[in-house]
């Protein structure tokens, strides 16, 4: 049997890996347009590559899919982060799980990630066309013709199409699954970009970029109303960090823009009510008469938002705590509990993923075969699945690949 895997991304080589190793007597080409394998996987985790989560409880896992976690519960039983831990140290690659339980190897080298599967391929039947960009597929009876623009067509008895979404278009995945998937009788979910930073229209922000926050809570009010708590940043265009990515994820479907911004607020005690804050305020005011305001906001926030706080709300300079009266007060706490801005675009072309793709209810999924294409596979972010940051991408790509490369290894 011949299998053409589309996309030596993570998905399509740990399709090609499960099935050298089930079933070695397959043929396999592995079909990527680049010159090289796994150029998202290499620069993924800021290079370090975080190669899936340390959460075990697959239950939790599947929360941190905003889309698709419903469509992985049988496939990620059957290759979980835990496996797919076991997997990377079984083949030479030992892993390290963070403090904030996210997995790299010990190298923080994600090179040698895709190193594993070089070495896999090289011992097994699997052939690399590399420099080889699929421009299309056609079914003939049971069979599927691959079609490139320069180079001879090829002939497989299954395909795996993992060609990714169309995030980061600089690595290769610029999207053109879509159309194959479509030409093969599919459709394909809205595509929307996620795991993302905001632009803010409010430009005394920018006076704050690189002001970091480990723990605040951020709200956007658009057609439905998220919040994500934990970390995020100021720069010099608006808010990124991992909580803003989540939040990201979240409204990845809502439209927003210069003429019609999405609400966001920040609270930036989150750890405390608002009664609860003006209560310590007032105890810190009457303790410190002398001391300045500002300062006194400082116990909150750092010393550089205290400052905009008092100039945004046209607090006198040097304000004393003695000085202060209730509306000061008031103002203040609304700020920190509630701070308004305007979201008016996306960190578009540095998304990390595409939310959307081909239509999870057209796909197996305990084999990632189409349900509409007997023979065709998909595995990865082409699939109508993404997840927040912290190795659940990658996860998912492991999974899909791992699920469809056994389905393809066991057929009879
Ligand atoms: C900067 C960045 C950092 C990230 N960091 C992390 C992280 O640390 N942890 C995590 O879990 N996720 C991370 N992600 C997300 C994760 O990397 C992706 O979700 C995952 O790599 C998707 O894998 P894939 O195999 O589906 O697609 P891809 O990795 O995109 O692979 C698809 C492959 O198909 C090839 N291809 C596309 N079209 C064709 C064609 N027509 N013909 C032939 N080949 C084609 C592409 O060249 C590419 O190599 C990150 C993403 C980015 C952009």
Not at 368 to 391: N, R, V, W
């Amino acid at each position: 049997m011949k299998v053409a895997i589309i996309g030596g991304g993570a998905a399509g080589m740990m399709a090609a890996a499960a099935i050298n190793e089930l079933n070695p007597k397959i043929e396999v080409f592995l079909i990527e347009r680049n010159e090289s394998l796994g150029k998202k996987v290499i620069i993924s985790g800021g290079g370090r590559c975080n190669v899936t989560t340390g959460i075990e409880e697959i239950k939790t896992v599947l929360q941190n899919y905003p889309r698709g976690g419903k469509f992985l519960t049988s496939a990620m039983h059957a290759f979980s982060p835990t496996d797919v831990y076991s997997w990377f140290e079984h083949h030479g690659v030992p892993l390290k799980c963070e403090k904030d339980l996210r997995v790299f190897p010990v190298s923080d080298n994600g090179r040698d990630v895709v190193g594993v599967f070089e070495e896999i391929f090289a011992k097994n039947k699997t052939e690399l066309l590399l420099g080889h960009a699929v421009a299309g597929i056609k079914k003939e009876n049971d069979s599927f013709i691959i079609k490139f623009r320069n180079q001879p067509e090829v002939q497989a008895d299954a395909v795996v199409l993992a060609v990714g979404g169309q995030a980061y278009r600089r690595t290769g995945s610029t999207g053109d699954g879509y159309a194959v998937a479509e030409s093969l009788g599919h459709s394909i979910a809205p595509l929307a970009a996620s795991l993302h930073s905001f632009f803010i229209q409010e430009k005394w922000t920018k006076q704050l970029a690189g002001v970091s926050f480990a723990n605040a809570t951020i709200t956007a009010k658009g057609a439905k109303s998220h919040s994500r708590t934990g970390a995020f940043l100021f720069t010099h265009t608006g808010i990124s960090g991992p909580a803003v990515f989540a939040l990201s994820s979240l409204t990845a479907h809502e439209s927003f823009g210069e003429n019609h911004p999405l609400e966001i607020f920040i609270d930036f005690v989150s750890e405390i009510s608002k009664d609860e804050l003006t209560e310590q305020l007032k105890k810190l005011i009457a303790e410190n008469p002398k001391k300045s305001f500002k300062n006194t906001l400082h116990n909150f926030v750092p010393a550089k938002l205290a400052g905009l706080i008092c100039d945004e709300l046209k607090f006198p300079a040097e304000l004393k705590n003695a000085e202060t009266n209730k509306q000061y007060l008031q103002k203040s706490v609304e700020w920190l509990k509630h701070l308004p801005l305007k979201a008016t675009g996306r960190g578009a072309g540095e998304e990390f993923v595409t939310a959307g793709g081909v239509k999870l209810s057209e796909v197996n999924p305990g084999t990632m075969e189409s349900k509409i294409c007997p023979g065709l596979y998909f595995a990865g972010e082409i699939l109508d699945i993404d997840g927040f940051t912290g190795g659940f991408n990658l996860q998912a790509s492991w999974t899909t690949g791992h699920a469809a490369g056994e389905k393809i290894a066991t057929r009879s």
